[in-house]
């Protein structure tokens, strides 16, 4: 047969489990410092320029 659980107990491990969770994609999403997000946007925006620099320009 089955174990017998207490399914309070359960229902708080899960609540538990699924928020410690969330917390973790909190910290990926918003757990940068000013200087990462500084350098993610430099990254971005020099990205853009080199892709913008070659572009072929099609004004015949």
């Not at 399914?7 to 910290?27: D, G, I, M, T, V």
Request: charged residues 35%; aromatic residues 0%; positive net charge.
């Amino acid at each position: 047969m089955a174990d017998v659980i207490n399914l309070r107990q359960a229902r708080k491990a899960l609540a538990r489990r699924s928020a410690a969770e969330r917390a973790a994609e909190n910290r990926a999403r918003h757990g940068r410092t000013r200087a990462e997000r500084t350098a993610q946007t430099a990254e971005a925006e020099r990205a853009a320029r080199l892709l913008a620099a070659h572009q072929i320009d099609e004004s015949d």
